[in-house]
């Protein structure tokens, strides 16, 4: 499955818009269709974080093929589910890399599931990957990286 965005090309920077020293808002992301997909899910990951990866977004019970950009910072927008971050908020972190460090790739991996998932509060990353588990269909990724002046 491939993944696009307007925002940036898979491996190139993520514009400041869409981190912490800009609007912190989601890029708009599209995707393949797959077939006997009844919804996808998404999970932003810094690997490259001090501490270990680093999650940026959860959200699951994706209809479309895409999203746009800016998705508001609720927990439940349409049929769209958002968990909580590392940041401890719901919805979008943008990136965020400490200033001393070089760049950070930050993945943005699309999951097709065959179904759709029960509604939870507060879903983190690990929680949505075992509520996946056996769901899984296809996935794709993107990779944006962005480094801090």
Known sequence: M???SSA????????QEYTCDGQDISPDLE?????NAKS????????DAPYGTFIHWVIYNIKDTKLQKNIPKVEKV????????DFGRVGYGGPCPPRTHPPHRY?????????????KS????????RMMEGHIIDKGVIMGKYKRK
């Open 122 to 129: 507060g879903v983190t990353a690990d929680e949505l990957k």
């Open 8 to 15: 940036f090309k898979d491996g190139d920077f993520i514009p």
């Open 107 to 119: 993945y943005f991996n699309v999951f097709a599931l065959d179904t759709e998932l029960p509604e």
């Open 40 to 47: 996808y899910a998404i999970i932003v990951e810094d690997p």
């Open 31 to 35: 995707w393949d269709p797959v077939n």
């Open 2 to 4: 491939n993944v696009r």
């Open 78 to 85: 349409s049929s769209m589910i958002q968990g909580v971050n």
